[in-house]
């Protein structure tokens, strides 16, 4: 069923949310995709939940990233030798005071330097994709307040 109600939804969701960001086995790292390696995961299992068989025959999620090298001539595109794949979360801290204070900067990449310039990360569902996601999201968050930190106690 496609159109479920909201509340109907929300009575679907296991007692343990797999989008909870407590994974059960936390050895999520970034990137995820780097270099030669430009699907995560590797082992065919979902990299959220580890409990789901993920790819055909069975259902997934993939977010796919990337660029195509164009031939505009011929209206065709495709992965290639020439392109790198990167998909960044960057925080910029504010400015100090003083033009000479050195703002804080934070990146945290999910694809690094992927040959050919596309990859993917695949899930069982859109819950452990959300899963992961929150995971990236909140790894960000904890290095942003180890750098104020660090901004803070530095001159110690
Ligand atoms: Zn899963």
Same mark, same amino acid.
């Given at each position: 069923m496609m159109n479920k109600k909201k509340s109907e939804l929300s009575n679907d969701r296991p007692d343990s949310d797999p989008s909870s960001r407590d994974r059960p086995?936390?050895?999520v790292e970034y990137p995820?995709?780097?270099g030669q390696v430009s699907v995560y995961p590797k082992d065919g299992v979902?990299?959220?939940?580890?409990?789901?068989?993920?790819?055909e025959p069975n259902s997934f999620v993939v977010l796919s990233g990337g660029g195509l090298l164009m031939n505009r001539k011929e209206k065709v595109g495709g992965p290639s030798r020439k392109i @790198?794949?990167?998909? @960044?979360?960057?925080?910029?801290?504010?400015?100090?005071?003083?033009?000479? @204070?050195?703002a804080g900067k934070c990146i945290l990449p999910m694809a690094q330097n992927v040959f050919g310039g596309q990859f993917g990360v695949i899930c069982c569902s859109v819950q452990c994709l959300r899963g992961i996601l929150n995971h990236w999201l909140d790894t960000m968050e904890?290095?942003? @307040?180890?750098?104020?930190?660090e901004a803070v106690h530095g001159d110690m």
């Open positions: 086995d936390s050895t995820l995709v780097q979902c990299p959220w939940c580890r409990l789901q068989p993920i790819l @790198d794949g990167f998909l @960044d979360l960057t925080w910029h801290e504010a400015h100090g005071d003083s033009c000479e @204070d050195e904890r290095e942003i @307040d180890g750098t104020k930190n």
